[in-house]
């Protein structure tokens, strides 16, 4: 059985629409056209009318756009690794250390 996650936009669909806004806001606030982003990020037009639109588009043509409008550090800080889970994995990757050998009896050294 499936478990369905809650989010609080609802759904994950619903988080996609209110991020595509959010580059429409951007986009807004610079005084830019969708032609204008659209071209400077790569995307074509129509990619970007339903970035912004519907939230549907690819992950790496969401990025491109958000590179365009500098909102890369917020879109990295989304995933930020905590410091507790940068430690466990450092504690992962350390070597594991053998005990030293035990002397057999007789043995000198």
């Known amino acids: ?8 936009y609802g759904s ?3 988080l996609a629409v209110e991020l ?5 806001r951007m ?3 610079r005084g830019w056209t969708q032609e204008e982003v659209a ?9 970007l ?4 639109g519907s939230g549907k588009g690819t992950l790496v043509r969401f990025l491109q756009v958000a590179s365009v ?12 690794q905590s410091r507790v889970m940068e430690s466990l994995e450092a504690v992962a990757r350390a070597e594991r ?4 050998r035990r002397k057999k009896r007789g043995e000198e050294g």
Do not use: H, N, W, Y
């Not at 059985?1 to 609080?8: G, I, L, P, Q, S």
């Not at 009318?49 to 912004?52: A, D, G, I, R, T």
């Not at 409008?69 to 989304?78: F, K, Q, S, T, V």
């Not at 250390?97 to 030293?100: F, S």
């Open 12 to 14: 994950p669909q619903r």
């Open 39 to 47: 071209e400077r990020s790569g995307i074509g037009l129509s990619s």
């Open 27 to 29: 986009r807004m606030e």
């Open 20 to 24: 595509g806004q959010r580059l429409r």
């Open 97 to 100: 250390q053998r005990a030293p």
């Open 69 to 80: 409008l500098g909102a890369m550090d917020e879109c990295a800080m989304l995933f930020a």
């Open 1 to 8: 059985m499936a478990v369905k996650a809650t989010f609080k």
């Open 49 to 52: 009318k339903s970035l912004e």
